[in-house]
């Protein structure tokens, strides 16, 4: 079965810092990506998805993420955090044909004014 | 359009007791899934339907059921709740045309047994 590894599990940033958060995952075949975001007290709700064409993908809020097939890598990146960024981003892998979702244990990301 | 919607918001409940979580959603999706979430392990699938009248078990589903009622709606039951049922679901819904569409998710349901 396929796994999903996000090995931040808590980083905390000042304001205007770039970020990155890595996601890396076990499956060897044609896979779809996904990064959901989770604010504080809300639901979750997609950031962005790959799953063919330019490896780069743009999502909302000006995150970007980045599909490095050979390292099996889908890193979550953003130039310059804001304090509203304040939130638990979860990466998660479909297999190609297949609807079900497997999540990563979820990165909490704290955001200093 | 008020998406995936779920109730209760909040539960507790006693070793053994049973209850229903209710889950509806409004923008004609095919596909309905249920999901716990616990700290340090992110959302594990729980039961997922893939169209009306069909459901299949996901990563852990012992201890539940499901119901899909009709195409709205996916209700999970704990028959005989256990403390390490303790945890916060989330049901979500998707149109699946194809793998990529994304899933919707509703508020979430924090349940306590005790």
């Known amino acids: 079965a396929q796994s999903v590894s996000q090995h931040n599990h808590h980083v905390i940033l000042s304001e205007a810092a770039s970020l990155e958060l890595g996601c890396n995952y076990s499956?060897?075949?044609?896979?779809?990506l996904f990064w959901y975001v989770q604010y504080p007290g809300q639901h979750l709700q997609l950031l962005l998805k790959?799953?063919?064409?330019?490896?780069l993908v743009k999502g909302i809020k000006g995150f970007e993420a980045e599909f490095i097939k050979s390292k099996f890598s889908f890193n979550l990146r953003k130039p310059s955090v804001q304090w509203s960024d304040t939130a638990e981003y979860f990466c998660a892998v479909s297999l190609f044909g297949n609807e079900k979702l497997t999540f990563g244990t979820g990165t909490r990301l704290t955001i200093i004014p | 359009n008020a998406g995936v919607t779920q109730t209760p918001k909040f539960q507790v409940l006693k070793t053994g007791q049973s209850m229903t979580l209710q889950c509806a959603q409004d923008m004609n999706h095919n596909s309905m899934y249920w999901y716990r979430q616990d700290p340090g392990m992110g959302l594990r699938l729980i039961y997922y339907?893939?169209?009306?009248?069909?459901?299949d078990k996901g990563e852990v589903p012992n201890g539940y059921n499901v119901s899909r009622l009709n195409k709205r709606e996916f209700s999970l039951r704990l028959e005989s709740a256990a403390p390490s049922q303790t945890s916060v679901y989330f049901c979500?819904?998707?149109?699946?045309?194809?793998?990529?569409?994304?899933?919707?998710f509703g508020p979430g349901t924090r349940l306590t047994v005790l």
């Open positions: 979500a819904s998707s149109e699946f045309r194809s793998s990529t569409d994304t899933q919707y």
């Open positions: 790959y799953f063919s064409g330019d490896p």
């Open positions: 499956y060897g075949g044609t896979v779809n």
């Open positions: 339907s893939a169209s009306e009248g069909t459901t």
